[in-house]
């Protein structure tokens, strides 16, 4: 992955990071309120994570499209200028193509974030369970 795309993503799971805080900061005060904001947050970050995979199988889908039509034509230009070659060197050229590398750039990026939005979901659930366990003992010390 490039620098520039390293950094880009580095930033954007920064700016999620500070979201995340944010969304998930809790003191005694709010703890009642985080009970109930919960769910909400949960489906807000489970939202980010659905995006971000529906976007990611899209440029799945257009790299293997791409993988098909983009092989066959080589295959059949490299034959016209009577250098056939395999299917896999085909595939080979292909792959190092400026269109096909930044696709799959694009889906390393993708994945990484997918990844953090699958922990982040499963962290707030986490938190979750937490927060009712320590509403529940909040409520068993005031009786």
């Known amino acids: 992955m490039s620098n520039s795309i390293q950094e880009d993503l580095l930033s954007i799971i920064e700016n999620y990071a500070k979201e995340y805080h944010e969304d998930t900061l809790i003191d005694e005060m709010r703890l009642r309120e985080m009970e109930l904001k919960i769910p909400g947050l949960k489906g807000k970050w489970a939202c980010y994570k659905a995006v971000n995979k529906a976007q990611l199988v899209k440029l799945k889908n257009q790299r293997d499209e791409l993988l098909d039509e983009g092989v066959a034509l080589i295959k059949q230009k490299k034959e016209d200028e009577g250098n056939p070659v395999s299917l896999k060197g085909a595939e080979y050229i292909l792959k190092r193509s400026e269109k096909y590398k930044q696709l799959d750039e694009k889906i ?9 939005f699958e922990d982040s979901v499963k962290n707030i659930q986490s938190i979750g369970f937490d927060v009712k366990n320590l509403v529940d003992t909040l409520k068993l010390d005031e009786m």
Do not use: D, G
């Open 108 to 116: 390393t990026r993708l994945t990484v974030l997918c990844e953090y």
